[in-house]
């Protein structure tokens, strides 16, 4: 508003200066061309008008004087016209050099406002941040420890299975190994045998082949010699045949041998792959059990924090406290005695005058006989009732001055017991609040539910009749779900209740109560999302 003021006034004098202008120049058109100043002549030449030609004219005598008086008119009126151009001009300058510094005042003040706007701003951001940060920093907590919970649960699980089922093949295995070697032995009896038995087959021939030698041929012996010899080839035929069957025996047992060591490696690796993945559960144990010390730890540390910073403020106010009390106790003190001190001289004075007075009185009582002197001993007795009626007046100011002190005593002790009332209500507060902030931030799921009057397809009217079908053993039997079959809590990602939390985790509070008549617009489709307001660390 000031501003548009100064403008509309600026505007103002601009017109009143543009027609003092116009004005002027009117004035200045009545002189004549080529002279600078009005002088009376009698070849004065007179404008008739501006729209026809200017013709001069003759000044009569009695017209001399007017013109005179008019060119001094003329002149003041000049003279008055570049004063006020001048007083014009410097208020016009005036006006702007003030309306620069409003103006500059005015953006000083915006900018300051803005900055400091944009400074509160800055900090609410990094405040929410903060929250947030924390906020998730717990909820990232929550969900290790309750994932690593369930895996240590369903892995532990699936590693005994897996062992049991292990240690299953390999007792098999094993039990097929020994039952192999023992074939194998078996074997390997058998061919030493036939071994022997062939050595034997072989000793035997030669020593009938030998005996059966005739010293010359005759045709009786040829028969036998024929046996024998079916004898000696059936022997070699069922050598070979042993041979063979012991070379059949030898792979047989090589590849045994080949498929035990292929076994016992798969088995080395499983228990190297086994042990890997013991170290990796104990490793992943570890880092959740470090990434929980750490998330407790921190959580440690901002609450002694807190909790530093409190017993600072709390420790600060006190000192300033008393000290602002000590100091004026100390002041009211020092006043207090030194007007004690000026009363207690004062006394000392008004008795040592008094002392004296009254020796004066005693020696002027015995000089009786002189009339001189009993005029000054009335005086002087005058003087020494005006001494004892100061002297109890000045009596009745010091117990009323003593009187006072102690008032003020009084108040001081009171004072004091209102500030140890209040240091121990501060220490209250101070306890209050770092068990508040011990507990973890109110944190809300924000989620987005649909719901409709009407059904979403044709319900029965009554249960069905399956008592064959019955409900898993580790998924318990839920509740009758509402007409409309949808759940508010739906998409929540964690259950509500604390279970399958780890030991030392703080639960989340409950929830705080919703109002239902925000969300009762219609029974249509709600697509918007509840905005959750999170609460700050200094709202609490």
Known sequence: ????????????????????????????????????????????QRKVGFFRLDRPTQTEVTEIVDLQEMTEVLQTLLQDVNILKREIHTARGLMLADFESKLQKKALELYCRINSRVDELEKMHADRVGVIRRAFRQQLSDALSNVASIFDKNYQNKMNSDQKKKNAKADKLEAKIRELQGVIQRNDMVIEMLKTQLAQYSKQAAEEEEESRPPTKSPSINPELDDLRENVFNLENKVSELEKALDTKTDLAANLSDEVDGITKKLEQEKRVTRQLQEELENLRENSEQEMAEARRMIEQQRIEMEQEMNEKTKQARDEVLSMARSE????????????????????????????????????????????????????????????????????????????????????????????????????????????????????????????????????????????????PEIPSRAKS???????????????????????????????????????DDSRPSTRTHVVMIPSVEAQ
């Open 482 to 520: 509402p007409a409309n079959g949808l759940i508010d809590d739906e998409n929540q990602v964690m259950s509500d209740d604390d279970q399958g939390l780890p030991p030392g985790v703080v639960p989340l509070p409950t929830p705080p109560a919703r109002n239902l008549t925000d969300c009762a």
């Open 329 to 472: 106790a100390a002041a009211m003190a020092d006043s207090e005695g030194k007007k004690v001190m000026k009363l207690m001289e004062e006394k000392k004075k008004l008795e040592e005058q008094l002392a004296k007075e009254r020796a004066l009185v005693a020696e002027l009582s015995k000089k009786k006989a002189e009339p001189v002197v009993e005029k000054k001993e009335e005086k002087v007795i005058t003087d020494v009732d005006k001494i004892i009626l100061s002297e109890q007046k000045w009596r009745v100011m010091v117990a009323k001055m003593k009187k006072e002190l102690e008032k003020t005593h009084k108040m001081w002790e009171k004072k004091f017991a209102i500030l140890q009332h209040s240091l121990h209500a501060l220490k209250d507060e101070s306890f209050l609040r770092q068990t508040l902030q011990k507990q973890a931030a109110t944190l809300h799921h924000a989620a987005v539910s649909y719901a409709t009057d009407t059904p979403l397809a044709i319900l029965p009217t009554r249960p069905p009749n399956s008592p064959t079908k019955k409900p898993l």
């Open 1 to 44: 508003m000031a501003e548009l003021d100064l403008i509309r006034e600026l505007n103002i004098y601009s017109s009143e200066e543009d027609d003092l202008r116009n004005n002027v120049l009117a004035l200045e058109s009545y002189r004549v061309v080529g002279d600078e100043s009005l002088r009376p002549s009698l070849a004065e």
